[in-house]
């Protein structure tokens, strides 16, 4: 039976939170990415159609652009914010913006001709239909 040393407890107890660290690190990185160049986007499918709900909290209806074509949305959006205060004992200005893109591919082809986008209440909905061309049957000679 081997015995362990002492220096082999501390070597593991080390490696140990080196791993913990590590992982830290890496969702710490993820988060940070998520949420200063994203925004939370769901996808459900209704009657036939893709449905793209995306949060934008703060964001004009004027500052979004969405492009689409067969297969997603490309989503962006430059906002930016200008706070003034103004008290007899202090004067507080301040200027904020933010920007966010992102590419949304859908589950299955869409037909780019029905794409419509709406914006309400800092939420954008994205409506596409499934493309309904099943391919062409081809003859075997």
């Known amino acids: 039976m081997r015995r362990l040393r002492r220096a082999d407890n501390v070597d593991d107890l080390f490696n140990q939170m080196e791993k913990v660290f590590d992982q830290f690190q890496e969702k710490s990185r993820n988060f940070a990415h998520d949420f200063t160049t994203g925004f939370p986007v769901d ?8 449905v793209l709900t995306a949060d934008m909290p703060g964001v004009e209806k004027e500052e979004i652009n969405v492009k689409a074509d067969a297969e997603g949305v490309e989503i962006s959006a430059e906002a930016s914010h200008e706070i003034e205060e103004e008290n007899e004992k202090y004067y507080r200005k301040e200027r904020s913006r933010k920007s966010f893109n992102r590419r949304v591919n859908f589950p299955q082809p869409v037909d780019p001709e029905t794409v ?10 994205v409506r596409a239909e499934k493309d309904r061309d099943e391919g062409k049957s081809i003859d075997i000679k």
């Open 43 to 50: 996808i459900a499918e209704e009657d036939g159609e893709f």
């Open 116 to 125: 419509e986008a709406s914006y309400e209440d800092g939420v954008l909905e």
